[in-house]
């Protein structure tokens, strides 16, 4: 691979941000990317508090089987081998806070077992939930990259499932969980997020199924730090601590940006992975949106956002499933507007980089829609946050003493994130998880990439393809470096075993880290 002489600086370091970054490399673009933080991940994050760790991001890793669906994408932009990844037999249990339990296992056959034991009365239900889950296993992503004449033979294979996807599609996971009479089995699919679309849940079941959809050891950063590597081999300069004011425009066509601190790039291509709200409306200035664009963030529903318990708790609690949902018999209110049925705990036993021996990393999850709360608080009354904070944290610990009895005595450490909390690290619009809620009138269909009237700039990321996670990454960047490849005629050559790094390409600079 040489370089092609043309540069591309891309905005935010999020998984999309680093995606593109990759990709560009490979085809032989000079890459710098612009990470407003000290570190690159974006909502992909966890941090530390004394000796444990606290993922915020990843559950579970579509593509994490060697050779299975959408594994190739991974291998493109890191050496996947270097991740160790675990299939946890069970994925979830769900309470009732007076200990009536139901185990959702990752396998289909014991999950069928277990349900039908415990709801002969379901049978029939049941075995219609099963069987789209092994008929659903062998679902084949499109290339997003590619056309027809690539996605044939996919399209092909998947037709029979098509049916049954536009089915599910169309019903929300509240109204899914109606088949079952067992409560506990419908609150699986209504609780969260109920108003998201059933597939989702049956999707992510057929996954666990398959053994693709494991958890990689060291979370949502294990990936993200592979992938920064790959940028480094590859030449790319990264620039942290590097704040975007504006994006640079001349004649309609964006020639570069200009930073907090008054420096200049300026590049052929400008690709945006930061928030979507604030690229159009601040570092675009709202000049180039069309009405449909205007009407999604107007009228489109996005994802909540999170208040995130996190607890380092001085006990061995391996006897625990990785996750439980408790049914509450009394709401949980989280803030003025939000009050919870039920709660969600991780316990991260199955993750030794998260806490030292014999004890255990533990979050909870708060799905909220009152971001301006938090905001709020936090802006004017620093004390009144703190105060919010402490007395959520203690709702949760006083669940956790009634299932556990003494356990908020074994906790040594503490840590409360809120939407502001989200708002301020990534710049995520009202603080949201994951961008915009596919619910059964919004489809799954991605969002232009582009914006009208403005040339040489794309757009990647989580507020282009609904859903979000992990995966819009290397879906959202490779359709976009394949277009700029075509543009300036470019082989777009992203293969995992593809490219020389363009560090090796005379007058190359070497990666390196600046301001931080």
């Known amino acids: 691979m040489n370089s092609n002489g043309l540069k591309a600086v891309i905005v935010g370091g999020g998984i999309a941000g680093l995606s593109t970054a990759v990709y560009a490399l490979k085809c032989g673009y000079n890459v710098e990317l612009l990470e407003m933080n000290d570190m690159v991940g974006g909502l992909a994050t966890s941090w530390r508090r004394g000796p444990y760790t606290f993922e915020t991001c990843l559950h579970w890793l579509l593509g994490s089987k060697p ?272 009050e919870l049925d039920h709660i969600a705990v991780r316990f991260f036993h199955y993750d030794p980089t998260f806490a030292p021996p014999g004890k255990t990393a533990v979050t909870c999850f708060l799905p909220t829609y009152n971001y301006a709360f938090w905001e709020e608080l936090r802006n004017n009354n620093a004390a009144a946050y703190c105060a919010e904070k402490y007395r959520v944290r203690d709702a949760v610990l006083a669940v956790l003493d009634r299932r556990m009895p003494g356990i908020s005595a074994a906790v040594e450490v503490t840590d409360v994130a809120t939407p502001a909390t989200v708002m301020r690290y990534t710049g995520n619009w009202r603080g949201s998880m994951e961008g915009w809620l596919i619910v059964p009138d919004s489809g799954i269909k991605p969002l232009p990439n582009t914006l009208p009237g403005l040339k040489n700039f794309f757009m990647v990321g989580q507020w282009i393809s609904p859903g979000g996670g992990l995966p819009c990454g290397p879906m959202t960047a490779r359709p976009v470096v394949k277009a700029m490849c075509r543009h300036d005629h470019v082989a777009f050559e992203v293969g995992a075993r593809e490219g020389t790094p363009a560090s090796q390409v005379p007058g190359h600079d070497q990666a390196a880290r600046v301001n931080h």
């Open 67 to 338: 050779g299975a669906e959408f594994n190739n994408y991974w291998e493109e932009l890191f050496d996947f081998s270097k991740l160790r990844v675990i299939n946890p037999d069970v994925f979830l249990q769900i309470e009732r806070q007076s200990g009536d339990a139901l185990t959702i296992y990752t396998n289909v056959d014991k999950l069928e077992t277990e349900l039908l034991r415990r709801a002969p009365w379901d049978t029939k239900a049941i075995h219609d939930l099963t069987h789209m889950i092994r008929v659903l296993g062998r679902f084949k992503m499109l290339d997003p990259a590619s056309g027809l004449s690539t996605n044939w033979l996919k399209m092909l294979q998947d037709a029979p499932m098509f049916p049954l996807m536009s089915k599910l599609m169309r019903t929300t996971g509240s109204d899914f969980g109606k088949r079952f009479a067992d409560p506990l089995l419908q609150s699986f699919f209504a609780g969260g997020l109920g108003k998201l679309s059933a597939i989702a849940s049956v999707l992510s079941l057929a996954w666990m199924n398959s053994g693709n959809a494991g958890y990689p050891i060291g979370g949502s950063q294990a990936i993200i730090r592979l992938i920064e590597e790959r940028i480094a081999e590859l030449g790319g300069k990264i620039s942290y601590q590097s704040k975007v004011r504006r994006i640079l425009v001349e004649n309609d066509i964006a020639t570069g940006v200009e930073l907090e601190s008054g420096r200049v790039i300026l590049a052929d291509w400008v690709i945006s992975g930061a928030d979507g709200h604030s690229t159009l409306f601040d570092l675009l200035g709202g000049r180039y949106i069309a009405p449909a664009l205007q009407k999604k963030y107007d009228e489109g529903e996005a994802f909540p956002s999170y208040v995130q318990i996190s607890l380092g708790i001085a006990k061995n609690l391996k006897a625990e499933p990785p996750m439980v949902s408790i049914l509450l018999d009394e709401p949980l209110s989280v803030d003025p507007g939000t």
